[in-house]
């Protein structure tokens, strides 16, 4: 099955980088890791994929490990409006399983 | 911008109602899909369509039933409500040309009473 592991909850400190691991070990050769977050009351939103390399946007950074089995979200300046439950998934060709998230509080 | 609109924000049935959740994109997507989303257990997928009249079942299909009548919409049936189904629907699509990204609607809280 497509899961994935990833803490329950993290705290961060405004304007530090909050980095997000998720562990994604049955993960195969051709599937894309996402990370979406969800801000309470609203639909997930996309922030970031990658297959193999980094990756980075104006929202944040995707590091993906060598053997792929784990990944890290990294925003580099954490704001309040951070705080949201963060996902990260890997798909197939159309199934997009999500499991339970990292809840992040940016702390002012 | 890919809008994904869901019906009903709030509904309120009661048990034994047959409940229908509606969801149309603008965006000529292929894939649609179905989640529930409840306290402690994520975002879990019900049904997924990857095509006009084609569907897959998801983790957790019991008790529920889709239809993909036309590409833009794709809706979800519950036969017959029961309060374990009070929960946030979440409709999402995507397309097959574009970076995999999911789109979703805002959501349809279901209240089964």
């Known amino acids: 099955d497509a899961k994935t592991t990833q803490p329950t909850s993290m705290d961060c400190a405004e304007g530090r980088a909050a980095n997000l691991p998720c562990n994604h070990s049955?993960?195969?050769?051709?599937?894309?890791v996402y990370w979406y977050r969800q801000i309470h009351s609203q639909g997930p939103q996309y922030i970031i994929h990658g297959l193999k390399n980094n990756e980075t946007n104006e929202m944040a950074s995707l590091i993906i490990t060598e053997d792929r089995k784990s990944s890290t979200l990294i925003l580099p300046h954490a704001t309040l409006r951070d705080t949201a439950v963060y996902y990260c998934?890997?798909?197939?060709?159309?199934?997009?399983?999500f499991g339970t998230g990292t809840r992040l509080k940016v702390l002012a | 911008d890919v809008k994904v609109t869901q019906s009903s924000r709030y509904l309120v049935k009661r048990t034994g109602e047959k409940v229908f959740l509606e969801c149309v994109q603008d965006?000529?997507?292929?894939?649609m899909f179905w989640y529930r989303q409840d306290p402690g257990l994520g975002l879990r997928l019900i049904y997924f369509?990857?095509?006009?009249?084609?569907?897959e079942k998801g983790d957790i299909p019991e008790g529920y039933s889709v239809s993909r009548e036309k590409k833009e919409r794709f809706s979800l049936i519950l036969e017959s409500a029961s309060t374990n189904q009070t929960s946030m629907y979440l409709c999402a699509s995507l397309g097959l040309t574009n970076t995999g990204e999911l789109f979703f609607g805002e959501g349809s809280r279901l209240t089964v009473l």
């Open positions: 049955t993960i195969s050769g051709n599937e894309y």
């Open positions: 369509s990857y095509d006009v009249k084609m569907k």
């Open positions: 965006m000529d997507h292929e894939n």
């Open positions: 998934i890997w798909a197939g060709t159309y199934k997009y399983i």
